[in-house]
């Protein structure tokens, strides 16, 4: 199923806790509500994107975005891949002007969102922001009132404390460098997280994992040389044997959900996560049909079969399937 990556921005009314929503007024769902935005160019940024396309779409200029949420959903002919972001106004004097695919826009309290007819994908996502807390206002209230007085009376600031060198640089913290001054306590908690999400999925590496260099090492001490790394056929296999037509797959448990050891499941984003391993194992299953109607032998080894009481008996399987598909000239 094709995948169609979009970008949303999520908009509120200086002072308040309104949200801006437009009804779209073309296609199948015209008349349904959603988060302004649009589809990514090619070679753009979801925060690009959100910048142009309020820009076409509402003309209005926006800053400060902070990606806080995902939406995955499978519509009949595609899935869809939201990336939603928090962001304000350069002006906020701006008023957003109607485009003419919209049947209308409207500033919704957030607590009342559930009062339009949504986009299907929307829906999640609309209970999400509704179960938000509302201690954003006060917050920033206080935060002004704090502001105003240090600067109306500067000989009560406080005194710094000298600063002390330490030896260790402390760790980025997840939301260094975000300004989420404007954002309540909920909301930058949705902000963390999918900071947090994001830098996992950055720190797996692709290829050259441990369990890969665990099975090419046993591989080679088997005289099982000449196979080729991320070959060219579909799945892009981790290791190959193009005259042989063997390809073994080496599959982490959590991300290609192990049918073996049964991993865990994130218990929080789970519309996300559910639609990423669901996406995952639709591939993995369309490799292997595709290869072996090319005439492949694909073999899946599992990140848990290469523990140390099993990668031997896994490895002599394999080895075994390696040795006697014979070499095609």
């Known amino acids: 199923m094709k995948t169609v990556h979009v970008a949303a921005g999520i908009i509120r009314k200086e002072g308040s806790d309104e949200l801006l929503a437009v009804q779209r007024g073309y296609g199948d769902m015209q008349g349904l509500w959603e988060f302004p935005g649009g589809k990514l160019m090619r070679g753009e940024t979801p925060e690009d994107a959100v910048c142009r396309e309020l820009m076409e779409e509402l003309q209005v200029k926006v800053t400060n975005l902070r990606d806080f949420y995902t939406v995955e959903y499978d519509y009949p002919d595609f899935h869809l891949s939201m990336e939603c972001y928090y962001c304000s106004l350069a002006d906020e004097s701006d008023e957003p002007q109607k485009h ?12 009342s969102l559930a009062t339009v007819e949504w986009m299907p994908a929307d829906k999640g996502l609309i209970d999400a922001l509704i179960e938000l807390k509302e201690d954003r206002l006060e917050a920033n209230s206080t935060a002004k009132d704090a502001k105003a007085a240090t600067t109306e009376h500067p000989a009560a600031k406080p005194k710094r404390a000298p600063k002390r060198r330490s030896k260790k640089r402390p760790k980025p913290g997840l939301l ?17 997280r999918r900071a947090a999400i994001k830098k996992s999925m950055k ?13 090419r090492q046993r591989l080679r001490a088997a005289g099982l040389t000449g196979y080729r790394l991320e070959w060219k056929v579909p799945g892009k296999p981790d290791i190959a044997f193009p005259g042989r037509k063997i390809a073994i797959f080496v599959n982490g448990c959590f991300w290609h959900r192990c049918p073996k050891c049964n991993p865990s499941q994130p218990k929080r984003n789970v519309e996300f996560w559910e639609a990423k391993f669901r996406r995952n194992v639709e591939r993995d299953r369309a490799a292997v049909t595709a290869l072996t109607q090319m005439g492949w032998t694909p073999i899946t080894i599992w990140e848990c079969e290469l523990k140390k009481d099993r990668i031997d008996a896994t490895m002599e399987k394999v080895i075994e399937q390696v040795r006697a598909a014979e070499p095609q000239r």
């Open 100 to 111: 003419d695919r919209q049947l209308d826009i409207r500033w919704i309290p957030r607590t």
């Open 176 to 192: 260094d460098g975000i300004d989420t001054s404007d954002l309540s306590a909920d909301e930058r908690e949705l902000v963390r």
């Open 203 to 215: 720190g797996n590496k692709r290829a050259n994992t441990k369990p890969e260099l665990l099975v």
